[in-house]
């Protein structure tokens, strides 16, 4: 079976690296979109380990290394699938372990955080490709695996962790922040209240979200995730479109797993939070300059210029889309919004075309081809004539520095 495309669709799912290996268990092949991960010795070392030699259950095995990566493999006619590394969460009740004495083998190995339902998914995927989910050889599913892989505590056991837990962190001092804390910074993304969220991002509490990890570096990469969904979600709620808020919290969450340095990640996260909040306040503002749009029409072709940014947009096009006559369309659009509606187009993929500028490594070409432009001197000259300045000068004044990538080739604009 062709099975190169599920391994790497499930890697860049996972953000890890998915392999196959033959029977011996020796030839790999990597499908991870990026060169972060290098684990090959890690890989070799762990496949000579009885507890994966002897593998032979059609149910994928979870295992961890050194309580610090999880591996899962998958057992298929030809051979077994190997997806992983991924961060080992302590507490996740994992049956499977390997103990190696060269903690080397694991040292400098950056892994994702692990997410069981993620991993339960993806390993769905690749362990059902051969079955045929009849009576003899039913579809595996997502219990099937946790059963297999992790420790099931009663209830009156899973109790009693729990308020032990409780009762140490209170101890040890890993208290939460207040829960009023965390609405008011909620809130102020929501209505866009920037001055307010930076008061509010000054009162650093010493349990903030609590102990999430024993790892200080591990500890703010889990909080500023937490940071983040919390944002985007506060942002979408507050008028940001769910796309945008989605695709400015992955990124974030790519850099906070590629930080070296706890301080780094804190900025990452306080960053990102401010950045949601002045976009919803941009939001409310220009909302506030034009009440007229809630107009069904407008909102259905502020909808469709939306789905279509990296199209080549026509009014003629838009206008059969919303079921209206052009011309009538086009003075609407005009009488709401202030501006025509191809002027509206244009200024939606600059928008755009500002955040690709500023928080990825994309080439102008690639921009200008994304987002339907003609040519990249054509993009270069509409980002100029809405801007004020080249598309250069502008990811020379705003690109984060940690998206700066030494591999741009570009040509000048």
């Not at 999880?70 to 051979?79: A, D, F, S, T």
């Not at 829960?179 to 000054?202: A, C, M, N």
């Not at 300045?389 to 990538?405: A, G, L």
Request: aromatic share 10%; net charge negative; glycine share 4%.
């Amino acid at each position: 079976m062709y099975f190169e495309y599920f391994l790497k669709t499930i890697s860049k799912f996972l953000y890890s690296t998915t392999r196959s290996l033959n029977l011996d268990l020796l030839t790999t092949h990597c499908y991870r979109f990026d060169e972060n991960i290098k684990d090959d010795r890690l890989v070799e070392h762990i496949t000579k380990n009885d507890l994966i030699k002897n593998f032979t259950d059609s149910i994928p095995m979870v295992f961890c290394i050194n309580e610090k990566l999880v591996y899962n493999l998958i057992k298929y006619p030809e051979g077994f699938f190997l997806v992983g590394p991924m961060n080992y969460i302590e507490g996740s009740a994992l049956k499977n372990r390997i103990e190696l004495e060269d903690d080397s083998l694991i040292s400098g190995i950056d892994a994702p955080l692990f997410n069981a339902d993620f991993l339960a998914e993806a390993t769905l995927i690749l362990a059902n490709l051969y079955r045929k989910g009849d009576a003899d050889e039913p579809y595996i599913n997502d219990w099937d695996i946790f059963k297999a892989n992790f420790t099931v505590h009663d209830e009156k056991e899973s109790l009693s962790l729990l308020y032990n837990n409780v009762f140490e962190n209170v101890e040890e001092g890993h208290i939460h922040n207040p829960y009023s804390h965390e609405k008011r910074q909620v809130e102020s993304i929501k209505t866009g209240d920037v001055d307010s969220l930076k008061e509010i991002l000054k009162e650093r509490f010493p349990g903030r979200y609590g102990k999430l990890s024993s790892d200080p570096l591990r500890q703010e990469k889990n909080i500023g995730i937490v940071e983040t969904t919390l944002a985007s979600r506060a942002a979408i709620e507050g008028g940001l479109h769910p796309e945008v808020a989605f695709h400015l919290s992955d990124i974030t969450i790519q850099k906070l797993e590629a930080s070296r340095d706890p301080v780094n990640a804190m900025n990452i996260s306080v960053d990102s939070q401010l950045h949601y909040a002045k976009l919803v306040r941009e939001i409310k503002s220009e909302t506030r300059q034009n009440e007229n749009r809630a107009n069904l029409h407008i909102s259905h072709c502020k909808d469709y210029v939306f789905a279509h940014l990296h199209d080549k947009i026509s009014v003629k096009e838009i206008a059969n889309a919303v079921a209206l006559d052009e011309n009538y369309l086009s003075a609407l659009f005009k009488k709401n919004e202030g501006i025509s509606l191809k002027e509206y187009i244009q200024k939606e993929k600059i928008n755009l075309a500002k955040n690709l500028l500023s928080y990825s490594s994309y080439s102008y070409i690639e921009i200008a081809t994304y987002l339907g432009f003609s040519s990249q001197s054509h993009f270069g000259k509409v980002f100029k004539d809405i801007t004020g300045m080249t598309p250069r000068k502008y990811r020379d004044n705003f690109i984060k520095e940690d998206f700066i990538n030494e591999t741009i080739q570009d040509l000048p604009l």
